[in-house]
C-alpha cells in the first residue's frame, strides 16, 4: 500500500475557544482527489486549512503528518510552499485591501506566499504565469483594479495566484461561486485536466455538480466530524437553468414574519434610470443604461463576468452615481434628497459588503449596522431599534450565531446575518449580489424562500446569480447584461426562452 504523503491522526481543531473539527482520522494517497461535502458550519474550510497548515491540531489531540518531499514531517512549515488554498476568504482579503493591486500582481503575489507581490518574479516564473495567463484566458485582467473588477473575474486572478507556484496539492474551497456556467464549465474541464496531468486536488463544494470527473474519493463532514467516505462515482451534471416543480416546494419554508408588513402604497416607480454610463479605472464598464422597476416586479439580473451586473446593482443602491449625460432617481424623491433618506428605504447585500465585515463585529451589531447603512455600528440604536433586530434573529432563526462576531462565523452564517441587515429598515426595494454564494443546498433554499416572503410583504427584489435555479419563486422580469449594456429585458419568462440566455446557463 502507498504511504500517505498527508495524514490526520485523531485531530481536534479549536478556533476562538471552539472546537471546529473532532476526531479527524484521513490520509491523502498519490494519485487521490478528494471531494469534501457537509453542511454550512460542518468543517470543510477549517479542515482545508489544517491539511495547508494554516491550523494548528489542538496540542495533545492528535497529529497531523507531511510526506511530500519524501522525508516525514510533523510540521506545516515546508508544507505551505506545496500546498496552494484558493478560498472565499483568501478572496476577501484582496478585497479589504488598502493598496491598489492589478491582477498580474495578483498573480505574481503568489510566489511570496503572501497578498503583495514584494519580490520581482524572475525569468521562469514569469514565463510560467504567463502560461497559466494563456490557459485561463485572463489576460484582459492584467493591468485592471482587483477591487473594481467582478467576483468571478477575481476568482480566475486567485486560481492563476495558486497555479502559478506549481503546488503540489491544490486545495479548492467553493471555488466555482461567482462564475458564469460557461466560465464553470472551463474551469472544471481544466481543473479535471491538471488532476489527470497529476497534480492531487481536494476540493470543498456545496454544489454536487460542481465534482469534476477526476475525483477520486469523497468525503463528507457532519458537526466537525467525518460522517461518510466513499469513492466518487461520476456526479450527475443537473441542467442549471431548470427548476423542478419540487425545487419550488421544497424552497417554501416555514418563514412567515422575516419582512415587515406590507404597505398600502400605490404601485410607483422605485428606480428609474436612463442613459447611465459608469466609468472605472477610466474604463466605461457600464453604457447606456435605461431600466426601472415599479413596485410588485421583481427583477433577475443575469449575464457573464464582467459583463456590469454588480457595477449596475451598486448604482441602483445608490453606491455609484451615473457620468455626465446619465440620469437616476429614486421612488417618489427629488434629486436634491440626501443619500441617507434614499438608502433607508434600500437593502443590499453583496459580496464586497460580506468582506468588509470579516472584522470582530457582533452579529447583532451587523445587524442594527443596517439603520445607518454603516459596516459596524456606531450609534445607538432606540429601544425600538433593538427590539426590531432581535425581533429579525428570532425569526430567521440567527439567535445561535448572531451573538458570536463576524469573523467567526461561516460564510453562510454571515450572508444570513447580512440579510437581516438589508430588512431592519423595512425596504422598499431589496437589492442582492450573487446572495447565494457560499449556501449549502438547504441554505439555498432557506434563503431564497426568505428573499420569497419579503417579496410576499411588499418590497420588490432585484437579484444578480449565476444560478437561475436558486431564484425565488416570485421573481417576474429578467435582464442579461453583455459587455456593459443591458440587451435583454422584460418578462422573466420571455427572457428566459431567448437564446442568449440559454447559451448562457446551459454550459453545464
Given at each position: 500500500?502507498t504511504e500517505?504523503?498527508?495524514?490526520?491522526r485523531?485531530?481536534?481543531v479549536?478556533?476562538n475557544?471552539?472546537?471546529?473539527l473532532?476526531d479527524i482520522n484521513?490520509q491523502?494517497?498519490?494519485g487521490?482527489?478528494?471531494?469534501?461535502?457537509?453542511?454550512?458550519?460542518?468543517?470543510?474550510s477549517?479542515?482545508?486549512r489544517?491539511i495547508?497548515?494554516d491550523l494548528?491540531?489542538?496540542?495533545?489531540?492528535?497529529?497531523?503528518?507531511?510526506?511530500?518531499?519524501?522525508?516525514?514531517r510533523?510540521?506545516a512549515v515546508?508544507?505551505?510552499?506545496r500546498?496552494?488554498l484558493v478560498s472565499?476568504?483568501?478572496?476577501d482579503?484582496?478585497?479589504q485591501q488598502?493598496?491598489?493591486?492589478?491582477g498580474?500582481?495578483v498573480?505574481y503575489?503568489g510566489?511570496?506566499?503572501?497578498?503583495?507581490?514584494y519580490?520581482?518574479?524572475n525569468?521562469?516564473?514569469k514565463?510560467?504565469a504567463?502560461?497559466?495567463?494563456?490557459l485561463?484566458?485572463?489576460r484582459?485582467?492584467l493591468?485592471?483594479n482587483v477591487q473594481?473588477?467582478?467576483?468571478?473575474e477575481?476568482?480566475k486572478?486567485?486560481?492563476?495566484?495558486?497555479l502559478a507556484?506549481?503546488p503540489?496539492?491544490l486545495?479548492?474551497?467553493e471555488?466555482c461561486d461567482?462564475?458564469?456556467?460557461?466560465s464553470?464549465?472551463?474551469l472544471l474541464?481544466?481543473l479535471?485536466?491538471?488532476?489527470?496531468?497529476?497534480?492531487?486536488?481536494?476540493?470543498a463544494?456545496h454544489?454536487?455538480?460542481?465534482?469534476?470527473p477526476a475525483?477520486?474519493?469523497v468525503?463528507?463532514?457532519?458537526?466537525?466530524?467525518?460522517s461518510n467516505r466513499?469513492?466518487?462515482?461520476v456526479?450527475?451534471?443537473?441542467?442549471?437553468?431548470?427548476v423542478?416543480?419540487?425545487k419550488?416546494?421544497?424552497?417554501?419554508?416555514?418563514?412567515?414574519?422575516?419582512a415587515p408588513?406590507?404597505?398600502s402604497?400605490?404601485?410607483?416607480?422605485?428606480l428609474r434610470?436612463?442613459k447611465?454610463s459608469?466609468?472605472?479605472?477610466?474604463?466605461?464598464?457600464?453604457?447606456?443604461?435605461?431600466?426601472?422597476v415599479?413596485q410588485g416586479?421583481h427583477?433577475?439580473?443575469l449575464?457573464?463576468n464582467?459583463a456590469g451586473?454588480s457595477t449596475?446593482?451598486k448604482?441602483?443602491a445608490a453606491?455609484?452615481q451615473?457620468?455626465?449625460?446619465?440620469?437616476?432617481?429614486?421612488?417618489d424623491?427629488?434629486t436634491?434628497?440626501s443619500?441617507?433618506?434614499?438608502?433607508?428605504r434600500?437593502?443590499?447585500i453583496?459580496?464586497e459588503l460580506q468582506?468588509?465585515y470579516r472584522r470582530?463585529?457582533r452579529?447583532?451589531?451587523v445587524v442594527?449596522s443596517?439603520f445607518?447603512s454603516?459596516i459596524?455600528?456606531?450609534?445607538?440604536l432606540?429601544s425600538g431599534q433593538?427590539?426590531?433586530?432581535?425581533?429579525?434573529?428570532e425569526?430567521?432563526g440567527a439567535?445561535?450565531f448572531a451573538r458570536?462576531?463576524a469573523?467567526q462565523?461561516?460564510y453562510?452564517?454571515l450572508?444570513?446575518?447580512?440579510?437581516?441587515?438589508?430588512?431592519?429598515n423595512g425596504?422598499e426595494?431589496?437589492?442582492?449580489d450573487?446572495?447565494?454564494s457560499?449556501?449549502d443546498?438547504a441554505?439555498r433554499r432557506?434563503f431564497?424562500?426568505?428573499l420569497?416572503?419579503?417579496?410576499q410583504a411588499g418590497?420588490s427584489l432585484?437579484?444578480?446569480?449565476h444560478h437561475v435555479g436558486?431564484?425565488?419563486?416570485?421573481?417576474?422580469h429578467g435582464?442579461l447584461?453583455?459587455?456593459?449594456q443591458i440587451?435583454?429585458?422584460g418578462?422573466?419568462?420571455?427572457?428566459r426562452?431567448?437564446?442568449?440566455?440559454?447559451?448562457?446557463?446551459s454550459?453545464?
Amino acid at each position: 500500500m502507498t504511504e500517505p504523503i498527508v495524514e490526520l491522526r485523531n485531530v481536534d481543531v479549536a478556533l476562538n475557544g471552539t472546537t471546529i473539527l473532532r476526531d479527524i482520522n484521513w490520509q491523502l494517497c498519490s494519485g487521490e482527489h478528494w471531494a469534501l461535502l457537509g453542511s454550512n458550519g460542518s468543517g470543510k474550510s477549517t479542515f482545508l486549512r489544517v491539511i495547508r497548515g494554516d491550523l494548528w491540531p489542538i496540542p495533545g489531540k492528535g497529529e497531523r503528518i507531511y510526506r511530500l518531499d519524501l522525508v516525514e514531517r510533523s510540521t506545516a512549515v515546508s508544507a505551505r510552499k506545496r500546498i496552494a488554498l484558493v478560498s472565499p476568504e483568501l478572496h476577501d482579503r484582496y478585497l479589504q485591501q488598502d493598496w491598489r493591486l492589478t491582477g498580474r500582481q495578483v498573480i505574481y503575489s503568489g510566489f511570496v506566499n503572501g497578498d503583495y507581490p514584494y519580490i520581482k518574479p524572475n525569468a521562469d516564473q514569469k514565463r510560467f504565469a504567463e502560461e497559466i495567463i494563456e490557459l485561463l484566458r485572463i489576460r484582459h485582467l492584467l493591468r485592471r483594479n482587483v477591487q473594481q473588477i467582478s467576483t468571478g473575474e477575481l476568482r480566475k486572478l486567485l486560481i492563476a495566484r495558486a497555479l502559478a507556484t506549481r503546488p503540489a496539492i491544490l486545495a479548492l474551497d467553493e471555488v466555482c461561486d461567482g462564475l458564469d456556467a460557461p466560465s464553470r464549465a472551463a474551469l472544471l474541464e481544466m481543473l479535471d485536466r491538471l488532476a489527470r496531468s497529476g497534480m492531487q486536488m481536494i476540493e470543498a463544494t456545496h454544489r454536487r455538480e460542481e465534482i469534476f470527473p477526476a475525483i477520486t474519493h469523497v468525503l463528507e463532514l457532519e458537526n466537525g466530524r467525518i460522517s461518510n467516505r466513499r469513492s466518487a462515482g461520476v456526479p450527475t451534471r443537473s441542467n442549471l437553468f431548470t427548476v423542478t416543480a419540487a425545487k419550488r416546494a421544497n424552497a417554501r419554508t416555514r418563514i412567515h414574519s422575516l419582512a415587515p408588513a406590507p404597505k398600502s402604497l400605490p404601485q410607483t416607480t422605485l428606480l428609474r434610470i436612463e442613459k447611465a454610463s459608469i466609468f472605472l479605472d477610466r474604463k466605461r464598464v457600464l453604457r447606456n443604461a435605461t431600466w426601472q422597476v415599479c413596485q410588485g416586479e421583481h427583477w433577475a439580473i443575469l449575464g457573464a463576468n464582467g459583463a456590469g451586473k454588480s457595477t449596475l446593482l451598486k448604482l441602483a443602491a445608490a453606491d455609484l452615481q451615473p457620468a455626465w449625460g446619465g440620469k437616476i432617481s429614486y421612488f417618489d424623491f427629488s434629486t436634491r434628497t440626501s443619500l441617507p433618506k434614499i438608502k433607508k428605504r434600500i437593502g443590499y447585500i453583496s459580496p464586497e459588503l460580506q468582506a468588509s465585515y470579516r472584522r470582530p463585529i457582533r452579529g447583532v451589531d451587523v445587524v442594527g449596522s443596517g439603520f445607518h447603512s454603516s459596516i459596524g455600528l456606531h450609534h445607538r440604536l432606540s429601544s425600538g431599534q433593538k427590539q426590531r433586530v432581535d425581533q429579525l434573529i428570532e425569526q430567521f432563526g440567527a439567535t445561535d450565531f448572531a451573538r458570536r462576531t463576524a469573523d467567526q462565523m461561516s460564510y453562510g452564517e454571515l450572508a444570513k446575518t447580512l440579510l437581516l441587515r438589508a430588512l431592519v429598515n423595512g425596504p422598499e426595494l431589496l437589492i442582492c449580489d450573487e446572495p447565494f454564494s457560499g449556501f449549502d443546498a438547504a441554505g439555498r433554499r432557506e434563503f431564497s424562500a426568505a428573499l420569497d416572503t419579503v417579496a410576499q410583504a411588499g418590497a420588490s427584489l432585484v437579484v444578480a446569480t449565476h444560478h437561475v435555479g436558486d431564484l425565488p419563486e416570485r421573481m417576474t422580469h429578467g435582464l442579461l447584461l453583455q459587455n456593459g449594456q443591458i440587451v435583454i429585458r422584460g418578462c422573466l419568462e420571455e427572457v428566459r426562452a431567448h437564446p442568449a440566455i440559454q447559451r448562457l446557463f446551459s454550459a453545464l
